[in-house]
Structure formats: structure tokens, C-alpha cells
């Protein structure tokens, strides 16, 4: 009963939160100039390199249920800031350029495993939320503005973030309660789209992303 | 317990019914993402050899009923982007359009026949030619549009064929529905030959 209460809960923030959201990335193009918590929140809503690992994390983590997920989330966007906050102020390093392919592949494998609806030892599934919270956490970081603060920037990274996998992690433990197969089924065919996409896009890499 | 799952329903209707606007308005001033997922959607959506052989997939997957019903749409967007990724690095595979209509052909005959193989069969015969789809629009991917928007368009809009086929199976509930089915696949393997004879004759 209480679970019940919280999934609503949850979920009408989740819709009320996106009604926000939305609203924001109107904003963004009357103005670019919203401040740092707006800039750290659409600069990732805005890509899909950041929105489908973000939702597929989501599903991945509800995959398991949502008292087990939300800890994945957790991980996720404490990387996530942290890495921005650390990309934040100096000179790009030499390997970022890794940084966007290991976000591509971060499609892949969190698509892939939603797609398998494969039980992951709980250690590795929080190594691969820290590992890609930083690798999104620093992709984001490095495109901050000068003008804007970094922890604010940060907190609004972590709000998206959280609105996102939140979005997944509602929507795929409310699909695995119902009766039916296909539910579940449907969310394994997103994970598989994410995946697909991810090694599309990898396939293309050589072509479009590595351009400058 | 039964109470409390029919009234998940509408939350999830509107939690995914909400996620549309945010998709929508996600295209404001960003003309590349729309662009190039508009652009990756209709290019499977145009070829009409594509169009029908995944119709036939789903189909086919829907005649098989489960387990393959439910493996179909999870496992032929991965090995289809596979093949895409062969496509976009320029692997060389030989007669990938010969492919891509004789998949029509076979799986056309597969549903008019109403054929029932082992299910490792169906999985590798349409694994198969999963892969000369993938690579036929890998190697025709356009260099100017997001990449990611393009992939997703790309992969949704198939993903869209296999359901419609898949719902359009769902006929066979009925007992005019089997016949039916049938002759649909013999229509797409019609298709197919369509589209063959010219490859066969030219090349």
C-alpha cells in the first residue's frame, strides 16, 4: 500500500516536473541567458546522446523494482555532478575526446542489458552508473559557459538527470507489476531501440561524429 | 490486487502520454534533431521493399506466436543496427539488394504457407536478412544530420513496421483471420519478386 502511494506520488511529480521541464526548453530559445540552473538543465535535455542513457538507465534500474533502483539513480547523478564540477573549470584535457564515444557506448551497453533484462550483480550495476554518471557528468561539465556558476550548473544537471531516469524507473517498475507479458516485453523493445541506436550511431562515428 | 492494477493504467497513460509534449517541444530551436529524425523516420518509411519485408517479420512473428512474437521486435532492431554499423564502416557485402528483396520473397512464402521452422531457423533466416537491411541504410546514411536523431527515427520507424505487422497478425484470432494472414504473405512475397526480377535481370 504504501509502495502503491509512492508510485503516485512519484509519478504525479514526474508529470508535474516535466510539465516544468517543457516549459524550460521554450525559454531556452527566448533566452540562453536563464541562468545557471536552466543552462545545467537543458543542456542535457536537450541531446539525445544524454536523454536516451539517461531513460534507459531509468528503465534499467526499474527493471529491478523501485526500492532497488533508486539507489542506481543515486550513484548516477552524485557522478554526474561531480564530474561536471571537476570539468568545469580547467583547459580540456587530451583525452576528452573519448568522452563522447564513451557516451555513445553508454547506449549500447545500458540499452543492451535493458534489452536482455539481464539480472547484473548489484556491484556492477552501480560501477556502470558511476562510470557513465561521470561520462555524461563531464561531457555536460565542459560546456558550461564561463559566465555561469558550476555547482548551480551541476544542480540543474542533477535535476534533469533525475527527471529523466525518474521517468524510466516509474514507468518500467509500474509496467513489471502488471498481469500481461507485453509490458515487460515493451520495455526490453526500448532498450533494444536505444541500443540500436547507439550502434548506429557508432557505425556512423567514423563519418559524422569525429568531425569537427 | 486486481483493483490497484487497473488503476495504474491511467498514471501510466499519463506518464507516457507526457512524455510527447516534451519530445515535441524537445524540437524548438533545434532544427538538426528534428531534422535528422524526421529525415532517419521516412527513410525506411520510403523504400517499399523495406516497407514490406518488415511487415512480413512481424507477420510472420505474429503467425509463430510466442515465444517468437515477443523475441522478434526485442532482438531485430540490434542485429539490423549490426548490419548498419558493417554499412556505415564500409564492409564490403556483396549483394545486399538482391537480399533485402529476395527477404520479401522468403518471408512473404514463410507467412502464405504458414510454415513453422524451429525457432533458431526463424531466428537466423531473419537475423539474416535483418543484417541487409541494417547495412543497406548504413551505407546510405546522409552526412549532414544529427546522427543520433537520424539512428532514432531510423530505428523507431522500423521498430513501427514490425508492430503494425505484429497488430495485423493479431487477425488470426478470428477464423477468417488464418486465410487472410495467408494471402497477405503471398501479396508481400508478390512484392518481392516485384522488386527481384529487376536485380536479377540487371546485375
Same mark, same amino acid.
Given at each position: ?13 514526474? $508529470? ?83 568522452? !563522447? !564515444?564513451?557516451? $555513445?557506448?553508454?547506449? $549500447? ?35 558550461? !559557459? ?40 515493451? $520495455? ?25 | ?203
Amino acid at each position: 500500500m504504501t509502495v502503491d502511494a509512492g508510485l503516485r506520488a512519484l509519478a504525479a511529480g514526474a $508529470v508535474l516536473g516535466l510539465a516544468f521541464g517543457a516549459d524550460t526548453a521554450c525559454a531556452h530559445v527566448a533566452s540562453a541567458q536563464a541562468g545557471a540552473f536552466y543552462a545545467g538543465m537543458l543542456h542535457p535535455l536537450t541531446a539525445l546522446e544524454h536523454v536516451l542513457p539517461m531513460l534507459a538507465l531509468g528503465l534499467l534500474a526499474g527493471q529491478r523494482g523501485l526500492n532497488e533502483g533508486q539507489g542506481v539513480l543515486l550513484a548516477f547523478v552524485v557522478a554526474l555532478a561531480a564530474s561536471a564540477g571537476l570539468a568545469a573549470p580547467g583547459a580540456a584535457p587530451a583525452w576528452i575526446g573519448w568522452i !563522447p !564515444p564513451l557516451n $555513445v557506448g553508454s547506449l $549500447v551497453v545500458i540499452g543492451g542489458l535493458v534489452a536482455a533484462a539481464w539480472r547484473l550483480p548489484t556491484a556492477l550495476l552501480y560501477a556502470l552508473a558511476l562510470l557513465f554518471g561521470a561520462t555524461h557528468g563531464y561531457a555536460n561539465g565542459a560546456a558550461l !559557459p564561463a559566465d555561469l556558476s558550476p555547482p548551480i550548473f551541476a544542480l540543474g544537471l542533477v535535476a534533469a538527470a533525475l527527471l529523466m531516469a525518474g521517468y524510466g524507473l516509474v514507468v518500467a517498475d509500474a509496467l513489471s507489476r502488471l498481469k500481461p507479458n507485453w509490458p515487460r516485453v515493451a $520495455v526490453r523493445v526500448a532498450g533494444s531501440w536505444v541500443a540500436a541506436v547507439g550502434i548506429l550511431v557508432l557505425g556512423m562515428g567514423g563519418k559524422v561524429v569525429g568531425a569537427p | 490486487m486486481k483493483r490497484t492494477i487497473s488503476n495504474r493504467y491511467p498514471i501510466l497513460a499519463a506518464l507516457i502520454g507526457s512524455l510527447l509534449p516534451a519530445l515535441a517541444l524537445a524540437h524548438v530551436g533545434q532544427g538538426e534533431l528534428s531534422g535528422g529524425f524526421t529525415a532517419g523516420f521516412t527513410h525506411p518509411l520510403l523504400g517499399l521493399d523495406h516497407v514490406v519485408a518488415m511487415i512480413a517479420v512481424g507477420l510472420w512473428g505474429a503467425q509463430l506466436g510466442a515465444p517468437a512474437i515477443w523475441i522478434l521486435p526485442v532482438t531485430f532492431p540490434l542485429v539490423m543496427a549490426f548490419g548498419g554499423l558493417l554499412g556505415g564502416l564500409g564492409v564490403e557485402l556483396p549483394g545486399v539488394e538482391i537480399g533485402i528483396a529476395a527477404s520479401a520473397v522468403v518471408l512473404g512464402v514463410m507467412v502464405a504457407l504458414a510454415l513453422r521452422p524451429p525457432l533458431w531457423v526463424a531466428g537466423a533466416l531473419v537475423g539474416l536478412f535483418a543484417v541487409f537491411h541494417g547495412y543497406a541504410h548504413g551505407a546510405e546514411l546522409p552526412e549532414s544530420a544529427d546522427p543520433l536523431a537520424y539512428a532514432l527515427g531510423f530505428v523507431v520507424a522500423t521498430g513501427g513496421l514490425h508492430l503494425v505487422g505484429i497488430a495485423i497478425g493479431l487477425i488470426r484470432r478470428w477464423p477468417w483471420g488464418v486465410p487472410s494472414l495467408q494471402a497477405g504473405g503471398a501479396i508481400i512475397a508478390g512484392c518481392g519478386l516485384y522488386f527481384l526480377l529487376p536485380h536479377l535481370a540487371g546485375t
